[in-house]
T-cell receptor, first 114, second 114 residues
Framework: SQQGEEDPQALSIQEGENATMNCSYK?????LQWYRQNSGRGLVHLIL?????REKHSGRLRVTLDTSKKSSSLLITASRAADTASYFC??????????????FGQGTILTVHP | NAGVMQNPRHLVRRRGQEARLRCSPM?????VYWYRQLPEEGLKFMVY????????ESGMPKERFSAEFPKEGPSILRIQQVVRGDSAAYFC????????????FGNGTRLTVT
């Protein structure tokens, strides 16, 4: 499995603003997943985008995938204080491994101020 | 529909003791994964199990660590003769299928070795 690198490391915004986080990876993938982790809790799956998809939406979340640049972005619109968490990307499927052997980076720590 | 259940939530062991961490996957899920999160680090894959079989244990330390997922009952991660460096949060995740399936995480067991 390969590790995604999230950028920025930390992001601080006001409630109502949009938050954009980026992820880069190194080799080909079958899919890429985004997860959220609140302090002291397990990861929560947000979105899975397949390699043949370019964009996917789920509520206030929008994920894009550019396989030519080996990058993905997660946009959270109209952020809320409850969105405060760490966000991780997990590219999957390199080398024929598509099961849940994911490698997580340090993540982006998002802080949304009320 | 209960999520992934892990117990205990907190476990304190003295050096040299054994730690047993339990994980009940989501109903209907037969794929279980264990991850470890050291302080200030991302989650690291340890082992992937299907019912009664270890599929991939490439992330598991060669000594003192073992995992099982019996036909009946929860998955168990066992750490023998714990050392201070084993102090971490251990997360279990399950998935419905093997491929391209999101992981559902429990809230983890926080192991402290004194």
């Amino acid at each position: 499995s390969q590790q995604g690198e999230e950028d920025p490391q930390a992001l601080s915004i006001q409630e109502g603003e949009n938050a954009t986080m980026n992820c880069s990876y190194k080799t080909s993938i079958n899919n890429l997943q985004w997860y959220r982790q609140n302090s002291g809790r397990g990861l929560v799956h947000l979105i899975l985008i397949r390699s043949n998809e370019r964009e996917k939406h789920s509520g206030r979340l929008r994920v894009t995938l550019d396989t030519s640049k080996k990058s993905s972005s997660l946009l959270i619109t109209a952020s809320r204080a409850a969105d405060t968490a760490s966000y991780f990307c997990a590219p999957s499927g390199a080398g024929g491994t598509s099961y849940g052997k994911l490698t997580f980076g340090q993540g982006t720590i998002l802080t949304v101020h009320p | 529909n209960a999520g992934v259940m892990q117990n205990p939530r907190h476990l304190v062991r003295r050096r040299g003791q054994e730690a047993r961490l339990r994980c009940s996957p989501m109903k209907g899920h037969s794929h279980v994964y264990w991850y470890r999160q050291l302080p200030e680090e991302g989650l690291k894959f340890m082992v992937y199990l299907q019912k009664e079989n270890i599929i991939d244990e490439s992330g598991m330390p060669k000594e003192r660590f073992s995992a099982e997922f019996p036909k009946e009952g929860p998955s168990i991660l066992r750490i023998q003769q714990v050392v201070r460096g084993d102090s971490a949060a251990y997360f279990c995740a399950s998935s419905l299928t093997e491929n391209n399936s999101p992981l559902h995480f429990g809230n983890g067991t926080r192991l402290t070795v004194t």
